[in-house]
Nanobody
Framework: QVQLVESGGGLMQPGGSLRLSCTAS????????MGWYRQAPGNERELVAA???????VYADSVKGRFTISRDATKNTVYLQMNSLKPEDTAVYFC???????????????WGQGTLVTVSS
């Protein structure tokens, strides 16, 4: 079993900053890509940012220059530093990890439970 545990969401005023963390634990051979999606009420889930094991990073256009994704491979943890937050960043943020299982070396995408970020004055 593999679990992802997220932390760091909450309420922030526009222009403020928050840092999300997500740690994977359990039976893991390796992790390739880790990243974050978000889903606002009435909207589809969208990719926010992702980082590969080789440290290649992608960002949604809406967060470029404001959000930074990073990763600590030794801790199986991915971070999302969110600066200059806007009300439109309000959403539930879900982390994910593309995990290779040690038993059969098959790939599996595992999701966190989601953490709510609310940007409001």
């Amino acid at each position: 079993q593999v679990q992802l545990v997220e932390s760091g969401g909450g309420l922030m005023q526009p222009g403020g900053s928050l840092r999300l963390s997500c740690t994977a634990s359990g039976s893991i051979f390796s992790i390739n890509t880790m990243g974050w999606y978000r889903q606002a009420p009435g909207n589809e889930r969208e990719l926010v940012a992702a980082v590969t094991i080789g440290d290649s990073r992608v960002y949604a256009d809406s967060v470029k220059g404001r959000f930074t994704i990073s990763r600590d491979a030794t801790k199986n943890t991915v971070y999302l530093q969110m600066n200059s937050l806007k009300p439109e960043d309000t959403a539930v943020y879900f982390c994910y990890a593309d995990v290779t299982m040690p038993t059969n070396y098959r790939g599996l995408r595992v999701w966190g439970q989601g953490t709510l970020v609310t940007v409001s004055s």
